[in-house]
């Protein structure tokens, strides 16, 4: 696992760090535990599958993840995906996240997707989006969105939840058009 920043969270260290291939076995077993934890078997299958497809049908230079680990033990995973529009805009979008169930409620999300942000924002990517809890992703920089401002590449079961923050501290512009998300991701059951 390459280090690429250490902080003190209260208890010990946490190591943030990009997503491996090695680690693709522990990652998955990470987001279905979670999602099993908070919404059932059914939905930490189906998350975990999700999570197996992006690492194996995602083309690298689309798909970018982040780890946390705590004493070489994985704690939270976050996956950013390339988001095509039909404007110039360099896009990822946010999904899936997952922290450790007993890890929850110290902050550890928030810290690895402001790492991811960072990372995508001096790698040139000028706007990050994703499809969640308003109330969360709003303390990491995400604002709600409509799909006048950029339309969602599937029907938006929950359109409140539909979020996105400029990289560059620009005012996010409408941008028009049709848009696409990776494969893995463009599947209704997920929007």
């Given at each position: ?29 990470l987001?279905?535990q ?17 999570v ?34 039909e ?5 990822f ?34 706007l990050?989006?994703?499809y ?60």
């Amino acid at each position: 696992m390459g280090l690429i920043s250490n902080s003190a969270p209260p208890g010990g260290y946490m190591n943030l760090s990009i997503f491996e291939q090695a680690q693709s076995q522990a990652v998955i077993e990470l987001f279905k535990q979670v999602f099993s934890d908070s919404e059932g078997k059914d939905e930490g299958e189906t998350i975990g599958a999700l999570v197996s497809e992006m690492i194996e049908t995602t083309d690298a230079k689309d798909l970018i993840g982040f780890v946390v680990s705590d004493d070489d033990h994985l704690t939270g995973a976050i996956f950013f995906s390339r988001f095509s529009l039909e404007s110039d805009t360099g896009a990822f979008i946010l999904s899936p996240v997952a922290v450790s169930t007993d890890q929850q409620g110290k902050g550890i999300g928030q810290k690895l997707i402001r790492f991811g942000l960072n990372h995508l924002r001096e790698n040139g990517v000028e706007l990050a989006l994703t499809y969640g809890d308003p109330g969360y992703y709003s303390k990491v920089g995400f604002q709600a969105i409509s799909e006048e401002t950029i339309k969602a590449p599937q029907k938006l079961s929950h359109p409140h939840g539909w979020l996105a923050q400029s990289l560059t501290g620009d005012t996010i512009p409408p941008i028009s058009g049709e848009t696409r998300c990776v494969e893995a991701l463009n599947k209704p059951v997920y929007w």
